[in-house]
Each structure stands twice: as C-alpha cells, then as structure tokens.
C-alpha cells in the first residue's frame, strides 16, 4: 500500500490527535482508521450500514487485489 501512496500514522487518536474535519482541509480525499481485532469480541450495533464503513474482510482484499494488478 506504501507503493500506491498510502500514509500510515500510528499511535493516533481520533478526537484527540487529529479529526476527519482536519484531514479534509489538509487535502486528504480518504481515510482508513485500523482499529481492533478482525473480529469483534462483543456486538458494535450497526456501524456497517453507515456509507463507507467497511471491516477489514470486506476492505482489505479489494486494495490488494488492485495493488497486485498495478505491478504487472
């Protein structure tokens, strides 16, 4: 993902260190937030209905699908 221009920052909060609102005026067109386990322990309501809201299984293999067609 570094290859296709990707930004990784760790350590941040959200709320705390930075908000959607500053990534936006900073010029950044997506976000992607890693948080937790690729499997929730407990129920986290309905968050995945919500536009642009994926777990890791429905996100992750698309971007490296992609990645792995840019290389060839």
Known sequence: MKSLG???HY??????DFTLEDLK???YKAVFLGI???EPKK??????KHKNVWNSKT???PVADASKNLKK
């Open 25 to 27: 005026n900073k010029g």
């Open 6 to 8: 990707v930004k990784f």
């Open 36 to 38: 937790g386990l690729s």
């Open 59 to 61: 996100f992750l293999p």
């Open 43 to 48: 129920a986290i309501g309905d968050i995945y």
């Open 11 to 16: 350590g941040k909060a959200l709320g705390r």
